[in-house]
């Protein structure tokens, strides 16, 4: 175990206590540079990449790193281990600059460069320059994981090179690509090469594929391989929530890294940017909502429409390889000022302590969407708000309905429906459950390698355990059901919608893989009271959207849906019915 890692509490299994609760009146502030990291970004207008720094306390470090990431979902996958890399590279002294590629996390945008590897090239060269800069007359050393190796290596910088499981650009394309053949049922686009949460041009796809791993990168690198294959797999080849972060390879390449006489830190963030998109002058800027890191997008104009973003699971405030920040930015073009902050020990906010992602459904996470929602109604008042989120983004957001006035809730693939956290640390944190699960090796990644022969021994059991149970589900008496959902056997949908109060407006979009859940949670029945009663509720069937929005055709989807629902908000103008930010006098909820 690490020096640099507080383990969780061996009787319990809890992790650090969550935060405390929000301010009555929070308002955007902005992190101090440390161990925890100052964001900044780096670049001009047309290409900047957002970035973190981490450094050590007292202004002084002993030397310099530059974290290069993997792309697309491993970026995802790979977040919390690698934040948590930084985070100890500056408590043994060393500053550290991680980063997201043009593409990927808040960075610019990748889809209309015609090459992808060169732009990717530039990003690295840059990040470097800069870093160099943070510490003068030491030499910076990188670190590339996966594909950020062969991006390393084809810059051919003087500093030192530390390879983490390189990968070059042909097998990453391939191996990614059958991944999402298996892993998303929705037909690809004929004239694209699709990968998890990104679409190649042919010409895009060749470029990615030239990225090799030639003589220079032998001469370079420092290569690190994961002799257990489990650990590398947990590191980058498993879905986001059962990535886990190798804490004995975290510490063996940080003593690495070279070291010198300590200097000063020469450090100045850059807290706003300003680009244009679609013609339209937008700015982000970097934000903190009680201590927790966003980014605050926004046109040049007055905003005429408040939206704020959280993610899915775990997940960075982003949404999953740009896709928030992507329809941030659209929106500001179209004069909405938007949120996308992270919630408690999730994305940014994540302490570099603990081993996984936690249990999503928490209190605490309602806190963060409540104090995030009045931190942009005070910035942007007398504005109707909308929040967009996706899966447990019905949950949080549907509860914090009940706290502060929200004008519509979209919401992707809704999931969650009984309003109290206990009933999801039993679902999700049960020891017979844990015990059950890893007896069938829950864990156990679908690889690759492993895709062409379909799902593994744990999938399939559990698809089949689904199946029965929402068969049996069907079946009950709806008198039943509702006595039981009550207690909180299990989920259903009006439950939760009933206590979304009537001034919000409650849009849904059920995509196919969320399709049956939906069905077994009563959702079209709920919808259907709630709309005969006044109420405007509606959920919408989704062809192209997967869970995850994986798929392109998702991605595209989900952008058009949030457009449309903001372009009906801001149609309807200003909100000046003096109607309360808050929702402690607006008298009862409807009940189920």
Same mark, same amino acid.
């Given at each position: 175990m690490s020096e640099n890692t507080v383990p969780e509490n061996p009787v319990t299994g809890e992790g650090p206590s969550p935060g405390p609760p929000c301010s009555p009146s929070p308002r955007f502030g902005f992190p101090r540079p440390g161990v925890q990291g100052v964001p900044t970004w780096i670049g001009g207008p047309d290409d900047y990449l957002s970035a973190w720094v981490h450094s050590p306390e007292g202004g002084t470090a002993e030397g310099v790193v530059v974290i290069a990431g993997p792309v697309g979902r491993e970026a995802v996958? @790979?977040?919390?281990?690698?934040?948590?890399?930084?985070?100890?590279?500056? /408590? &043994?002294?060393?500053?550290?600059? $991680?980063?997201?590629? $043009?593409?990927?996390?808040? &960075?610019?945008? #990748?889809?209309?460069?015609? %090459?992808?590897?060169? *732009?990717? &090239?530039?990003?690295?060269? /840059?990040?470097? /320059?800069?870093?160099a800069g943070l510490l003068p007359g030491h030499g910076v050393t990188t670190l590339g994981l996966r594909l950020g190796c062969a991006i390393a290596a084809r810059t051919g910088t003087a500093g030192g090179l530390i390879s983490w499981e390189p990968i070059d650009g042909r097998h990453q394309l391939r191996q990614q690509q059958l991944l999402r053949s298996v892993a998303v049922q929705i037909v690809p686009d004929d004239d694209l090469l699709e990968t998890p949460a990104r679409s190649w041009t042919p010409r895009q796809a060749a470029s990615?594929?030239? #990225?090799? !791993?030639?003589?220079?990168?032998?001469? $370079?690198? @420092?290569?690190?391989?994961?002799? %257990?294959?489990?650990?590398?797999?947990? !590191?980058?080849?498993?879905?986001?929530? #059962?990535? $886990?972060?190798?804490?004995?390879?975290? %510490? /063996?390449?940080?003593?690495?890294?070279?070291c010198g006489p300590a200097s000063d830190l020469v450090l100045d963030p850059a807290r706003s940017v300003a680009t244009r998109h679609g013609g339209a002058l937008i700015s982000e800027e970097f934000v903190s909502v009680d201590g927790l890191p966003g980014v605050l997008t926004r046109p040049a104009g007055e905003p005429r429409l408040a939206v704020v973003f959280t993610s899915t699971g775990g997940e960075p405030r982003d949404g999953g390889a740009g896709l928030w920040a992507q329809s941030a930015r659209e929106l500001a073009a179209a004069g909405a000022a938007s949120l996308r902050c992270e919630r408690n020990d999730q994305g940014d906010a994540y302490s570099g302590r603990t081993d996984g992602e936690p249990n999503p459904f928490n209190d605490q996470g309602v806190a963060d969407c409540v104090a995030a929602i009045r931190a942009l109604r005070t910035a942007v008042p007398r504005t109707p708000l909308m929040t967009v989120g996706a899966c447990i983004g019905m949950w949080l957001f549907g509860r914090a309905a009940e706290q502060v006035r929200i004008d519509r809730l979209v919401i992707l693939n809704p999931t969650g429906w009984n309003p109290r956290a206990s009933h999801y640390r039993h679902v999700l944190e049960g020891p017979w459950l844990k015990k059950h699960l890893q007896h069938l090796r829950v864990d156990h990644p679908l690889t690759a390698e492993g895709a062409a022969n379909g799902f593994s021994r744990y999938e399939r059991t559990k698809q089949a355990a689904k199946r029965t149970r929402q068969r049996l589900l069907r079946l009950a008496p709806r008198r039943a059901w509702t006595l039981l959902a009550r207690a909180g056997v299990f989920d259903d949908a009006a439950i939760l919608l009933s206590r979304v109060p009537a001034t919000t407006a409650v849009q849904m979009h059920i995509g196919e893989d969320d399709a049956p859940h939906w069905r077994t949670e009563r959702g079209d029945e709920a919808v259907a009271r709630l709309s005969a009663r006044g109420r405007a509720v509606t959920g919408s069937h989704e062809s192209t959207l997967d869970? &995850?929005? #994986? *798929?392109?055709a998702s991605r595209v989807r989900a952008r058009r849906i949030i457009m449309d629902a903001a372009l009906g908000l801001m149609a309807a103008g200003r909100r000046d019915d003096g109607a309360p930010e808050d929702r402690a006098d607006e008298g009862p909820r409807i009940s189920p």
């Open positions: 996958i @790979t977040f919390r281990a690698l934040r948590a890399l930084a985070i100890a590279c500056a /408590r &043994s002294g060393l500053v550290a600059v $991680r980063f997201s590629w $043009r593409g990927d996390g808040d &960075s610019h945008g #990748l889809d209309a460069e015609p %090459d992808p590897a060169g *732009a990717w &090239s530039d990003d690295m060269a /840059r990040v470097e /320059r800069y870093a990615v594929r030239g #990225l090799a !791993l030639g003589p220079e990168h032998a001469a $370079r690198a @420092t290569v690190v391989t994961e002799e %257990d294959g489990r650990v590398a797999e947990r !590191l980058y080849a498993v879905a986001p929530h #059962l990535a $886990r972060v190798p804490w004995e390879s975290l %510490d /063996r390449i940080v003593g690495m890294i070279p869970h &995850s929005l #994986l *798929a392109g």
